[in-house]
């Protein structure tokens, strides 16, 4: 027992692996340029996949999601779970910048464009999807790391 509870010592004194994408930061600090991770782009429209495929993030850094809906239909864009996983920096709609503390969901009743900007924080596994539907293509799974 004495040598289980040292190994789970050991572990929990490690470093954590998860990491930002740069050491220097300057005046910017987690929003530096240096931190930014790839865009994700999803797309709603009615009957098209939300999104390429899984997206992986890294605990600490910066990400931009760039949502586009067609106007094909009336969609929604629901992911609790992951909102509460991250720092929601903005969000950009038609030049407009809202800085929310918490969002549940984003409806389009109309084409449009909406850009989020957040740290990831809390690794785990999440997903956003369009509320109401059950396709495969019509979610995509997030990875914090």
């Known amino acids: 027992m004495k040598k289980i509870m040292a190994a789970i010592v050991a572990l929990a004194a490690m470093p ?6 740069c ?29 390429a495929g899984p997206v992986a993030l890294q605990s600490g850094a910066y990400y931009e999601v760039q949502i586009t809906a067609d106007g094909s239909a009336e969609l929604a864009l629901s992911g609790p779970d992951f909102f509460r996983a991250i720092w929601m ?3 950009v709609i038609d030049d407009i910048e809202v800085r929310p503390m918490a ?17 990831a924080i809390k690794p785990g596994s999440y997903t ?11 979610r995509v799974s997030i990875t914090i790391q």
Do not use: M
Not at 25 to 49: E, K, M, W
Not at 103 to 119: C, K, N, V, W, Y
Not at 128 to 138: K, N, R
């Open 16 to 21: 954590a692996s998860a990491a930002p994408l």
């Open 103 to 119: 969002i549940d969901s984003l409806e389009f009743d109309d084409a449009g464009e909406a850009t989020l900007s957040f740290i």
């Open 89 to 91: 920096n903005e969000i």
């Open 128 to 138: 956003l999807s369009i509320p109401g539907t059950t396709g495969e293509s019509q």
């Open 23 to 51: 050491d220097d930061f300057g005046f910017a600090g987690l929003l530096a340029n240096c931190n930014r991770g790839d865009p994700i782009v999803l797309t709603l429209a009615s009957g098209q996949p939300l999104a």
